[in-house]
């Protein structure tokens, strides 16, 4: 099993800058894809951005130029630096670790983009 710790959401003008951090721990397997997705109220669950092993990256059209996913693979951790926030990304955001066999989510942080 894998147990995934997200940490850094909270509330952000318009314009402002948020650091998400996700750390994973357990039953970790070398070749694994993190992701961030997010889901606000009434929507379904969608994939912001992912990152594989070797630091592949994909991101959702919505967040391109916007937001940076990186991880270090020495802590287990991966990141979404979100810039230039939009009241459109409200949301909870879940951090996703993937591997064969394994599929882990996080418990969600709330990201709140108002003036």
């Known amino acids: 099993q894998v147990q995934l710790v997200e940490s850094g959401g909270g509330l952000v003008q318009p314009g402002g800058s948020l650091r998400l951090s996700c750390t994973a721990s357990?039953?970790?397997?070398?070749?694994?894809?993190m992701a961030w997705y997010r889901q606000a109220p009434g929507k379904q669950r969608q994939l912001v951005a992912r990152i594989d092993w070797g630091g592949t990256t994909v991101y959702a059209d919505s967040v391109k130029g916007r937001f940076t996913i990186s991880r270090d693979n020495a802590k287990n951790t991966v990141y979404l630096q979100m810039n230039s926030l939009l009241a459109e990304d409200t949301a909870f955001y879940y951090c996703n670790y993937w591997a064969p066999g394994l599929n882990a989510w996080g418990q969600g942080t709330l990201v709140t983009v108002s003036s």
């Open positions: 357990g039953s970790i397997f070398s070749r694994n894809r």
